[in-house]
């Protein structure tokens, strides 16, 4: 599923990220850890063709992400891999529902309002669909920004730092909510942080 | 969602500083459109009532003057010429045709005209109902007079001493309406038209009543007279000759100063608009940085985030221009209803200046560039890097 071989990143004259070689199968949760400044996030953004590496390539889903031109980058992103981030979660002068709609948008698909609301329901937040994102609270955008991440049926779905900024409970409950929803979808999950309280709630780590 | 919808939900979701960015641009184009409007329907009408007459003949004074108180009917005349000098002065192979006009008194702010038949054949008029006056005391009408008084063939009116409503009435001496003008788009929609000898018989008890007119119409047969005549009738005679074409083009320089002055003034206003409009796009953009790289993590292509951006600012352009045009043609339409109500100038917001086209492209073209400058940004921001600083 995820194929990283001699992946080198370098910034300002120095290598950020450093992974020579690693594999995860399809459907599996794996931790990225490493501290603050140690390249988790910029893994994540090359594996999502956000960022190019300066050497190596990363094949997901059998496509050569870091070979693609930039368009065709983008759109495999919105097709296959769903993103859920630390505080970037949501536009928040539209709704929920049309934040979901957005993403199904701009993966080319037309948008699904029954996918919307399964997702939703899900998630235990089908009432907040017509609520304006910016007025909703934090635990409640959290499972707004999985539901986005999920609601396209991507084969992988990136995480970063999904729980360093909540609460013991909270983090549980978030945790739980991205493994469920990655194995409903029979997709892999990428989780980086550097939060040590959800290390053991996964197999396979990769240390950075 | 689609691009232009967000854009929509951004600016919603500032109405204030929105609501400022418009109106400000509104502002700019209402004025230029109100100037526009006004100018062009102003330069229209005085092209159109100053084209059947060469020259005018009058009493020495103002030309200016002159040729808005016989030609525009706008004015009050110089004074008053004989009929046997002014007649005199046109005795000449050089000219076509001369109209007398005879002006003293007015039938509710509309000026009666003591003339002949010649001076319907100047502009074309036709009449629509009834006869031209062959009686003294028979007036026709102007199809303006008739629709805003709803006169009829052979109602009365009486005219009042003076060009103004207030004069005393001649009540004496009430005019039959013997016919009705067809509209001609011209100043004698709006003009009561007798005989000179009925104005003269109306101010036969007045001291100054003499067999003298106003002033003299004059058609050219050649253009030869332009350059022969006015100089020998202002050299030769008691009299003073004007040209309706150079003194219109001179009034229209006069009131070309003002117009200028306001049109920079909209200008300035328009380019405050432009800045306001560029910074509150480049602070919305800061603002919204987090978005726009949300936005490419969910697929956003760069030039989207760049017609985003655009978008936005296009949004706002249209609604100032669209707005700022209602208020140009409300304002103008305002106008004419007001100097309609005054007799006077018909000016009407509902017609397009020819500029107009001009000035609502090129506030797009030059707003459009305006938030090029954001939109660029836009194309190059690097989620990458804003979501590792994170």
């Not at chain 2, 000026?111 to 009834?130: M, N, P, Q």
């Not at chain 2, 208020?327 to 005054?342: E, P, Q, T």
């Amino acid at each position: 599923m995820l194929e990283i071989r001699g992946l080198r990143h370098d910034y300002a004259g120095r290598t950020v990220l450093s992974v020579p070689a690693w594999e995860v199968a399809h459907g599996d949760a794996c931790l990225v850890l490493g501290p603050s400044g140690s390249g988790k996030t910029t893994l994540l953004n090359v594996i999502a063709g956000l960022a190019t590496p300066t050497a190596g390539s990363v094949r997901v889903a059998g496509e050569e992400v870091t070979r693609l031109p930039p368009a065709q980058r983008d759109a495999f992103r919105a097709r296959r891999i769903g993103l859920v981030l630390q505080t970037l979660h949501l536009i928040g002068v539209v709704s929920v529902r049309e934040n979901l709609r957005l993403a199904q948008r701009l993966a080319g698909r037309q948008v699904d309002d029954a996918r919307i609301d399964e997702v939703l329901a899900g998630l235990g937040i089908a009432k907040l669909a017509g609520a304006r994102a910016g007025e909703i609270s934090v635990g409640e955008a959290q499972r707004v920004a999985v539901a986005r991440a999920v609601v396209n049926r991507p084969s992988l779905i990136l995480a970063d730092e999904p729980t360093s900024a909540l609460d013991d409970a909270n983090c549980a409950k978030a945790l739980a909510l991205l493994l469920e929803h990655a194995a409903a979808c029979g997709a892999t999950l990428l989780v980086a942080t550097h939060d040590n309280r959800i290390r053991e709630r996964f197999a396979r780590r990769l240390e950075l | 969602m689609r691009i232009a919808r967000l854009a929509f939900a951004y600016l919603a979701s500032r109405p204030l500083l929105t609501a400022l960015n418009a109106s400000m641009l509104a502002l700019g184009v209402a004025t230029i459109a109100f100037l526009l409007l006004v100018t062009h329907q102003a330069e229209e009408r005085l092209t159109r009532d100053a084209k059947p007459v060469d020259l005018v003949i009058g009493a020495k004074g103002s030309p200016v003057q002159l040729i808005l108180s016989t030609v525009f009917h706008a004015d009050i005349p110089t004074g008053n010429i004989g009929v046997e000098e002014a007649r005199a002065a046109v005795a000449n192979p050089m000219v076509a045709s001369a109209t007398p006009v005879a002006l003293g008194d007015s039938f509710r702010g509309h000026r009666i005209v003591g003339t002949d038949a010649s001076f319907l054949d100047l502009y074309g008029a036709k009449l629509a109902r009834g006869a031209l006056f062959a009686d003294e005391m028979q007036a026709v009408i102007g199809s303006e007079v008739a629709r805003r008084h709803g006169l009829a063939v052979g109602a009365t009116i009486t005219g009042s001493h003076g060009l103004a409503q207030a004069g005393p009435a001649h009540d004496e001496h009430p005019y039959v309406v013997s016919g009705l003008l067809a509209p001609t788009g011209t100043v004698i929609d709006r003009l009561v038209v007798t005989s000179v000898e009925s104005v003269w018989h109306v101010h036969e008890h007045h001291p100054a009543a003499r067999p003298e007119i106003t002033a003299l119409l004059v058609r050219y047969s050649t253009p030869l007279a332009a350059a022969m005549l006015p100089r020998s009738i202002n050299a030769t005679t008691a009299m003073q000759a004007a040209s309706p074409a150079y003194e219109s083009a001179r009034l229209l320089d006069l009131i070309g100063v003002g117009v200028d002055t306001l049109q920079w003034f909209a200008i300035v206003l328009m380019a405050s608009a432009a800045l306001s409009l560029f910074i509150a796009l480049t602070s919305a953009l800061q603002e919204r940085r987090y978005d726009l790289a949300l936005l490419r993590t969910l697929g956003a292509s760069p030039a989207s985030l760049a017609a985003l951006t655009l978008a936005e600012g296009v949004t706002l352009l249209v609604t100032g221009v669209i707005l700022g045009l209602a208020l140009g043609h409300g304002a103008a339409h305002a106008l004419g209803l007001r100097l309609a109500g005054a007799g006077s100038w018909p000016i009407t917001g509902l017609t397009w200046a020819p500029g107009e086209a001009v000035l609502a492209v090129a506030v797009l073209a030059i707003g459009a560039l305006t938030c090029l400058v954001p939109a660029i940004q836009a194309y190059f921001s690097d989620p990458a890097s804003l979501l590792a600083k994170r």
